[in-house]
């Protein structure tokens, strides 16, 4: 019996391309695909895929969100995240999302295809070179709280905004964020949000 195979992928080209190489294999089947990570859980509840292929950057729900819910609403189902971005707190956060495998986009066709079979096997597969990369990562030097506060303005919140839904003092908030930017020696905020980000602490 073929493992019953669903793709999220936003860029369609890509989307296209894996499908098809997916489908050359004998013992695999791509039952369901799609570009949004909001449309995951559902599509998987209604097709009951063995795995599920994400990728890590998907518009509407970012892939590891979406793999936790998955795993959440539909725990049989396991989770193969595709991504681009070798960023050690990426992994770190996949890790902790407990997905099944974790693979570069860049890797060899196929390694996705032996991926798979192994994930459906129950084994955990991990990209060396992203296992490498995370053993010598390094850790955020931010506080939950100074991390929380900073996603939140990334999403574009202001200080306001973060204040009352944190039921802080916007002084108090403007003070993480200028605590934010000299820990990371950043510029100022912006700046602050795309170290943090190019570091995996806030994906």
Sequence with gaps: MAIRLLLAEDMNMVRGALVALLNLEDDLEV????ARGDQIVDAALEHRPDIAIIDIDLPGLDGLSAAAQLREKLP???TLILTSL???GTLRRALTAQVNGYLLKDAPPGELAHAVRQVA???RVIDPQLAIAAWGGVET???ERETEVLRMAAEGSEAGEIARLLHLSPGTVRNYLTTVVSKLNARNRVDAIRIARDSGWLL
């Design 141 to 143: 030097p931010l506080t």
């Design 121 to 123: 096997a129950g084994h």
């Design 86 to 88: 070798g960023r050690p």
């Design 31 to 34: 039952v369901s695909e799609l």
């Design 76 to 78: 049989q189902c396991r």
